[in-house]
């Protein structure tokens, strides 16, 4: 680690320890490279998809009006208190994803709007993971994607159903890999070497932060005991979450299991499960690991029931029929969202907060379960670095430009990387 004297010093830098590499969030009592400010010295916009399959309630999926007087349809309802953080986008959609009528064939072009072939696989990169591949050199890792339902395998009428599984594309032929295990998601942030032991990750890198400790300012120093506390207790969950796997375990309703058992450190329980990845992509953005991060809530024809939210029947079912059950499953997963804002608001930086220099959309495959892509729910949340204003809902049903590959672009330019053309779009939204 350099001297306390040294100017180089970056207000974002690393502990070391054996087998970790661990960033720090950011600190204004560290010193500036340069005299002179510049993009370096300022906080990074990150970019966050998050994606639930089989879309929402149809009847209960709206907002109308601006600002704190900007009302919410019942499955938003748990965005309230983010409401002048929120823009909601209504009408928007992929053309190439009406050209077929089951859950694969409206969702492998999610964030590529590229044409999907319906015998084999192939569809095009999305954008996630052409950021990634263009300015993800920025961070030690360029993309962070993660999952909280396994892929569905095989063919439905004849097309592949690996559709359904992934938004995150690397090439036309290979979805990006979607890791669902918290415990190897959190060790791709910070483990070094495959040897993993049983050492903590904050005991690794103590030598390190001592030192780094006495260079702070009161502020910066109660920043910091946060931080190295927040991964602690993260660490903590995940090695709690596996060891309750061990020793009380899934406890299926058969004799013997009809399915393969689920990987160590998964939690059992749903709502931890999902709590615990927003958490660790929280902790991505904290420590600047990624910039660009991309988190699949559930599949497109989820077999998840979500019991915890007075479900009775699988999500996929549910999504079709639209009970009033649908609205507290909705309901779930906009809290999600919620406490996602809650924890990234909760983060300094500078004169933001991390929720301010972040763009998070949360999209959909179709507006309801009914195979209805002609239009798709789609809420902005964050602000973007200061490029996005919330408290809004826009309206783009009957606009003559509705591509969601034109909010991409814009997504894509607030996050670092302008491109005149991508997928079936050569112009940004208009309005946002």
């Known amino acids: 680690m350099p001297s306390p004297n040294a100017s180089t010093v970056s207000r974002r830098t690393l502990l ?27 906080p990074p916009t990150r970019t966050l998809v998050i994606f639930t399959g089989m879309g929402f309630h149809s009847d209960h999926w709206w907002a109308k009006g601006e600002g704190a007087d900007m009302e919410l349809g019942p499955c938003l309802k748990p965005l309230e208190p983010w409401k002048q953080q929120l823009v909601f986008l209504r009408g928007l959609w992929n053309e190439q994803a009406n050209n077929g009528v089951i859950h694969c064939m409206q969702t492998g072009n ?12 192939h569809t095009g990169v999305s954008f996630d993971q052409l950021m990634a591949q263009r300015i993800g050199d920025r961070t030690r890792i360029p993309s962070l994607v993660l999952g ?39 060790d791709r942030l910070f483990r070094t070497k495959p040897d993993r032991g049983d050492r903590r990750i904050v005991d690794a890198v103590l030598e390190d932060a001592r030192s780094l400790r006495q260079r702070l300012s009161v502020s910066d120093r109660q920043r910091f005991e946060e931080y190295l506390g927040s991964v602690h207790e993260i660490e903590g969950r995940i090695k709690r979450a596996g060891q309750e796997r061990e020793t009380d375990g899934w406890k299926p309703s058969l004799t013997a299991p009809d399915r393969p058992r689920p ?13 615990l990845m927003n958490d660790i992509v929280l902790l991505a953005f904290r420590t600047d690991s990624t910039r660009i991060a991309t988190l699949k809530y559930c599949n497109d024809g989820s077999i998840l029931t979500h019991a915890h939210a007075g479900a009775k029947d699988q999500h996929h079912q549910m999504a079709h029929t639209q009970p009033q059950e649908l609205v507290g499953v909705n309901q779930f997963f906009t809290s999600q969202l919620a406490y996602l804002c809650q924890r990234m608001a909760e983060v300094k930086e500078g004169d933001r907060t991390l929720l301010d220099n972040t763009a998070i959309m949360h999209c959909s495959s179709m507006i309801h379960g009914n195979h209805d892509a002609k239009q798709l729910p789609v809420v902005l949340l964050g602000g973007a670095g200061g490029k996005l204003r919330g408290g809004r809902a826009l309206d783009y049903l009957d606009a003559p430009n509705r591509r969601m590959c034109s909010l991409f672009l814009s997504l894509m330019e607030w996050g670092g990387l302008e491109l005149d053309r991508f997928g079936d779009s050569a112009e940004r939204l208009t309005g946002i």
Do not use: N
């Open 110 to 121: 999610m964030l590529s709007g590229a044409p999907m072939s319906k015998t084999e696989v």
């Open 148 to 186: 909280c339902e396994g892929p569905i395998p095989g063919l439905q009428d004849g097309h592949p159903l690996l559709y359904s599984s992934h938004i995150s594309w690397s090439t036309a032929v290979s979805p990006t890999w979607t890791e669902t295990r918290p415990a190897l998601a959190f």
């Open 263 to 275: 990987a160590d450190g998964i939690p059992s329980e749903i709502p931890d499960y999902w709590k």
């Open 16 to 42: 070391h320890g054996l087998g970790v590499s661990m960033t720090l969030p950011w600190l204004e009592s560290l010193p500036r490279a340069a005299a002179a400010p510049s993009a370096a010295d300022q």
